[in-house]
């Protein structure tokens, strides 16, 4: 998810803290992921066939998550001074963890192709 504008990204965050605080060190590493151009972290809704049934579900993506050049950019943006929400990073940090990936599963859903006739299902 991009989230633009500061009012709406405090939101989003308040909304992460409160229903996945065992994402938060997901979430902080995306926001200097963004910084650093690259999508690690990035969610986004994909809304697919499934047989009979179109399913929306959430993917991350974790493509950058053992790049060199991404990792190396993150160690220097750190180094830099940008600043780190490290309040939300370290108690994961103190048990050598990332935390959990945001569980969005109740947010999508799978409906028969006739409920949704809108929908083009071709693939």
Known sequence: M???GTSLREQAYAAMKRHFPNSL???EIARQA???GSDL???CAWLGQDGDELALKYLMDMQ???NPD????????QKNGHPINWADMAPHI????FGRVPDLRPFGF?????????VDGRN
């Open 41 to 43: 972290g990035n969610i």
């Open 70 to 77: 991404i990792l190396g950019r993150l160690v220097r943006l």
């Open 2 to 4: 991009i989230v633009l």
């Open 64 to 66: 950058d998550a053992q």
């Open 94 to 97: 103190a048990q050598d963890s």
């Open 110 to 118: 799978r409906r028969h192709h006739v409920e949704m006739t809108y």
């Open 34 to 36: 963004a910084w650093v």
């Open 25 to 27: 060190m997901f979430l």
